[in-house]
């Protein structure tokens, strides 16, 4: 079965500084990957996803991240962070089983942000 | 545009009490629909999801059931709620065309006390 490993629960980073949030991944066949945003009390938001093709994906909100086939990573990018960036983080897999695709989730990064 | 409405926001009910959380889709037809209960420190877990009317998949045997009565409705639901059933309650739908990404409804915040 497929899993994703957050293995940040919580970082906290000065605002004007770059920022690296990690996400492995476990699934035999090409992933589907995602990156989701989560403000307090609220929906998720997805920030950006990567099906296929070139393995930097751009976002919203300056976000990037790679996909590595290598190190089964999708890691989350950001050169230069804001204090609106507080949240949490969550990385996805998506498993697709004819017409019922699933989305299995990490545990979350929390991102707190310093003045 | 496509947009996803939860209700309540939040309740809070007694112990064994009965729940309905409603969700409802506009813009789309025919999307596949997902049931998705949040616990702090422990991610989303999925609970139900929906290819179309009256099809409903569980993925985690608990006192929870879904329905979808209409294509862009989904009902959580249960007739004797337990203190493990509060959490933050997520709502989400896709294209259902594979390899899509989910949106994601407001929530809602459940408390049983």
Not at chain 1, 43 to 69: C, M, N, P, W
Not at chain 2, 26 to 54: C, D, H, K, M
């Amino acid at each position: 079965a497929q899993s994703v490993t957050q293995p940040d629960i919580h970082i906290t980073v000065s605002e004007g500084a770059s920022l690296e949030l990690r996400c492995n991944y476990s699934y035999g066949a090409t992933p589907y990957l995602f990156w989701y945003v989560q403000s307090p009390g609220q929906g998720l938001q997805l920030l950006l996803k990567y099906f296929s093709g070139d393995t930097l994906v751009q976002g919203i909100k300056g976000f990037e991240a790679e996909f590595k086939r290598s190190q089964s990573s999708f890691n989350l990018r950001k050169p230069s962070v804001h204090w609106s960036d507080a949240a949490e983080y969550f990385c996805a897999v998506g498993v697709s089983g004819g017409s019922n695709y699933k989305l299995t989730f990490g545990k979350g990064t929390l991102l707190t942000v310093n003045p | 545009s496509q947009t996803i409405h939860q209700w309540p926001a939040t309740l809070v009910q007694p112990v064994g009490s009965p729940l309905s959380l409603e969700c409802t889709v506009e813009g789309t037809s025919n999307p596949n629909l997902y049931w998705y209960r949040q616990a702090a420190g422990r991610g989303l877990q999925l609970l139900f999801y929906s290819v179309g009317i009256g099809q409903i998949s569980s993925e985690v045997p608990q006192n929870l059931s879904a329905s979808r009565p209409q294509d862009r409705q989904f009902i959580l639901s249960s007739k004797k709620l337990l203190l493990s059933d509060s959490g933050f309650y997520l709502c989400a739908w896709s294209s259902g065309q594979g390899r899509d990404e989910q949106f994601f409804g407001p929530g809602t915040r459940l408390t049983v006390l």
